[in-house]
């Protein structure tokens, strides 16, 4: 990694992909933030409305206060709301709501994950904001999307994963579903609100618009629900429940009709993936753990036969890497061209000369000093790269910058500020 350096430094500050796309985002936490942060990275100008600090209250996204802290604010933050211009508007006042349709008229897209119907009490629903920008793609992320008798409900990404089927079949079969250290269902609804806002910016573009000033085009609402997005993910369950009545269940460390492919303990105790159901893998996997026997048996030669020996192809590896610390077992399946991995903490991500090759571990600088490794931006463009150009900002940091693009002078800003708006 290199030594640290300054934010505004990294990462190219103009041609990213989405250059010249406006964004404005409504939201909080993990989806919606997490959305919007991935434009960001791609070069739209995305201004993010916090709720401003009032009385006891702290005011702004939440998640500045979520995970480990330091100086005050999440680390989180740091990557969340890297590349975003941040302001406070309150949105209950109507001078807040009148801002947020001049930033409307402006931008390209609009993101937002609060509860179904809270924008339309604000003045803000769909009906409002079209009026305003014809052209504008409105993302909508919440638990259960825009319609439905679940509609109006809560559903964080806990729900989702649990409604969407993942949980169920998460985990070993004995014990309670599991879950994954991290906000999985709001990470996985946040791809698909991008996939939408591009989608429905092509059919924008093509019906008349264009980023630098989105005239003509035809808008549209983007309806991103968590457990769709979940569910969407499910792969052939579905099909294999409405055909033959087959529920997929818990299987721990392995996966359901595809073998071998498991974890497997070291002698020292490290666990290893080890992933030999393809055909040609299987044979050259068994070749390199010894068992020329099972590498020649015809009916281990496909598939299905090996998913009806799968305990006893699951012993042979097993055994073979109980001799064995990791590293060697790795080695040893790389020469057999065999997929294979530790099961890596963020500690082993950082020290990995692949990590790190391809620049997944950016070195950056808090605003009091102290380094701080971000990942890197993903997927690698050959002509126009994301990146970094800073990290999240201090609450409000972009008021006077915003609000002047807006037409605000600086005597209507401090009326704005004295009146609690911002």
């Known amino acids: 990694m290199s030594e640290p350096s300054s934010v505004e430094s990294r990462g190219p500050a103009a041609g990213g992909a989405l250059q010249g796309l406006r964004v404005l985002e409504l939201g909080s936490l993990i989806a919606g933030p997490f959305a919007t942060r991935l434009l960001a990275e791609f070069g739209a100008d995305v201004v993010k409305v916090e709720s401003p600090a009032r009385g006891g209250e702290a005011g702004g996204d939440p ?32 001078a807040g709501r009148d801002v947020v349709l001049r930033l409307v008229r402006r931008c390209d897209v609009l993101v937002e994950n609060m509860r179904p119907g809270v924008l339309e009490k604000l003045g803000l629903g769909w009906e409002q904001l079209s009026q305003a920008n014809p052209s504008l793609v409105m993302v909508r992320i919440s638990g259960f999307g825009q319609t439905g008798p679940l509609r109006a409900q809560p559903g964080f990404g806990a729900i989702a994963e649990s409604m969407g089927g993942m949980r169920y079949v998460t985990g070993d079969p004995a014990h309670p579903p599991m879950r994954s250290n991290l906000s999985l269902g709001d990470s996985i609804a946040a791809l698909h609100a991008v996939m939408g806002a591009l989608m429905a910016l092509r059919h924008r573009d093509a019906t008349g618009g264009r980023f630098d000033g989105h005239q003509g085009g035809q808008g549209q609402v983007v309806d991103v629900a968590l457990t769709e997005s979940v569910f969407n993910l499910m792969e052939s369950t579905l099909m294999e429940y409405s055909v033959g009545g087959t529920v997929r269940e818990r299987c721990g460390s392995s996966i359901a009709g595809i073998v071998p492919s498991n974890v497997y303990r070291s002698a020292a105790g490290e666990w ?141 800003i401090e009326a704005l500020r004295r009146d609690g708006v911002l």
């Open 63 to 94: 998640l500045r206060g979520w995970r480990q802290m330091h100086a005050g604010t999440s680390l989180w933050w740091a990557a969340q709301a890297r590349n975003k211009r941040c302001i406070t508007l309150d949105l209950k006042s109507e």
């Open 272 to 412: 290893v993936q080890i992933s030999g159901n393809g055909d040609a893998i299987f044979r050259r996997l068994m070749l390199a753990i010894g068992r020329e026997d099972l590498a020649s048996r015809a009916e281990l030669a496909t598939n299905p036969g090996r998913i009806r020996a799968a305990a006893e192809i699951d012993q042979a590896i097993q055994q073979w890497v109980g001799r064995h610390d990791a590293p060697q077992v790795v080695q040893a399946m790389r020469e057999a061209d065999v997929p294979a991995s530790r099961i890596y903490s963020i500690a082993d991500i950082c020290a990995d000369e692949q990590f790190r090759a391809r620049g997944m571990i950016e070195r950056h600088a808090l605003p009091d000093g102290t380094p701080v490794d971000l990942p890197g931006v993903v997927p690698r463009l050959s002509r126009t790269p994301g990146g970094t150009r800073w990290l999240g900002p201090a609450l409000g940091a972009h008021n006077e910058q915003v609000l002047a693009e807006l037409g605000f002078d600086p005597e209507a």
